[in-house]
């Protein structure tokens, strides 16, 4: 089933409790996902130079074994360590590396499971419900613009962190996904990809849509245009959010069969997968809601 949640302050340089506030949200539609939790977090931009990475690397002895594998990769890169942080089974590292960022990505998942790389861009997930995940990493306090999370009830593969969502698009800096559905022509979307040199890490359909929208932005597309693509071009049962460092957009196949309910104001926009969520950001308050229809997508900037 599945449950996913977006939020977006408008107004640029303003800031706000992102962590509290999607915490709330995945908290009110945790009944749809119980199994694992997910976050993308977009904090400031680091410089130009300087990349934020984010490692499954588990828990003990594997975990400095891991861990020494990432430190000598990065240095075969020429990347020098900024800060780091080995904190639940993830290991978190910001980075100055000037190079070519698709190429040191693959190159990165040799080394160990990388959950998201980008100048803002942080994903943190893990087994568990929204608060579990938060007493682990500390989200409450996570102050930014913008994000997505996910709630997962497994049905085709394990409960493990490394298939939890939200996910990355393997190869490009600074986009997510949150996925409820399934893309039945997954495999044949996927080899087209593969070969124009794509890589691949999993064989999750919503890895998929991440890299097919990075991949149209890359060629010069607008965010809009790359999920109006993705209407046509796709094809099963999907509702999803993509995220970007400075934008969300949704997309919704012409069945909808997957729910979604959106909120908007002057100072912000939230999606998510039940109104419950939403409720969640304004207890007591008479919410003005709507579903979007199907067949359509949507995006938002900090713009004002």
Known sequence: MCGIAGILYKRKGASADIGKSLIDMLDGCQHRGPDSTGFALYHED???????????????????????????????FQAVILEEENVGSTYRV????????????????????????????????????????DGTYTLNSFTGSHGLGHVRLATESDVTPDRSHPFWAT???????????????????????????????????????AVYLADKLAQGSTLEDALKTSIDDM??????????????????????????????????????????????LFPGRALKTYEPAPGTYRTWQRSI
Do not use: C
Request: charge should be negative.
């Open 94 to 133: 910001l980075v100055r590396f000037r190079g070519d960022i698709q190429r040191f990505s693959y190159a990165m998942e040799h080394a160990a499971k990388v959950i998201s790389i980008g100048r803002s861009l942080d994903i943190i997930k893990d087994i568990g419900g929204a608060h579990d995940v």
């Open 46 to 76: 680091a410089k130009d130079d300087e990349f934020r990475l984010r490692f499954l690397v588990g828990e003990g002895e594997a975990a400095k074994q891991a861990i020494d594998r990432i430190r000598d990769k990065l240095a075969e």
């Open 171 to 209: 190869g490009f800096s600074d986009v997510a996904i949150v996925h409820n559905g399934q893309i039945t022509n997954y495999w044949k979307m996927r080899r087209r990809l593969e070969k124009r040199g794509f890589e691949f890490v999993t064989d999750n359909d919503s890895e998929l849509i």
């Open 235 to 280: 094809d099963g049962t999907f509702s999803f959010l993509v995220s970007t460092k400075d934008e969300i957009g949704y997309a919704k196949d012409r069945l909808a069969a997957k729910p979604m309910v959106m909120l908007e104001d002057e100072d912000l926009v939230a999606i998510a997968s039940e109104e419950v969520s939403l409720n969640k």
